[in-house]
Every structure is written in C-alpha cells, then in structure tokens.
C-alpha cells in the first residue's frame, strides 16, 4: 500500500476505447495501492466505469467528468478534489489523442483540438496554488 493516504487525480481515467488504456489502469493501480482516486475523463460512462472497478474492489473514488482542454473544467476538476479530499497529492494527466489523415486532410478544427488537447497547458496552472 505504497500511496495510502494519498489523494491522486487522473486525468483521462476513462478508456476512449474497448478494454483498459493508460489512464484507467492507472487509476486503478493507484486505488490498489492505497490512494483516494478521483477520476477525470469527458466521457461520463467511461469514467463511472473506472470508478465502478475501484469501488468494487474496495477503493475510495470519485468520477469528475471534464474537458482537459478547458482551463474551466480543469480547474473545476482541481476544486473538487480539494472540496472533497482536502488536498490533493498526485497529479497524473494522462490525456492525449491522436487525429489520423495526412495535412492536407485534417480539418482546421481538427487540428487545433488536437494541439490543444496534447501540447496547450491550460493557463489555471500559473496562478492556482494547492494546500
């Protein structure tokens, strides 16, 4: 129980497709090993689905559902975890996408979502501080 009493937030905890992806095997690795998960994924399904396999196995988890590509969502995401656990230990952020098509392709809006969602930090960072 390597991260018992820890509280940990991860981003993208739903899996985007059939099975498990990274964020959701995370975040129940980090429930097995002792940590309050809060899960955070813009599909409600997919992170209530996670938090079931917590839950079910014992654990402590709450299902946030957010766009990480809206610095308001993440930084609602973030005040939940505080309002509920009362600090927050780990953050994993594991969202990212790939949009598949050549340059010439791929839509105008499909590539500013896509830079947005793996490279843009969402501007709450400069300015939030955590207890």
Aim: with cysteine; hydrophobic share 45%; charged share 20%.
């Amino acid at each position: 129980m390597r991260l018992k009493g820890k509280v940990a937030l991860v981003m993208g905890a739903g899996s985007s497709g059939f099975g498990w992806g990274n964020g959701k095997a995370t975040a129940v690795l980090f429930a097995r090993e002792g940590a309050h998960v809060v899960a955070v994924d813009i599909n409600r399904e997919a992170v209530d689905e996670t938090c079931s396999i917590i839950v079910g196995e014992g654990g402590r988890c709450e299902a946030v559902v957010c766009d990480a590509t809206s610095s308001g969502d993440v930084a609602r995401a973030v005040a939940t975890v505080i309002h509920v656990c009362g600090r927050l230990d780990i953050l994993q952020n594991n969202v990212g996408s790939a949009i598949m098509g050549d340059p010439v392709g791929i839509s105008d809006e499909d590539w500013r979502r896509a830079i947005d969602l793996n490279l843009t930090l969402p501007s709450w960072h400069a300015s939030t501080s955590f207890p």
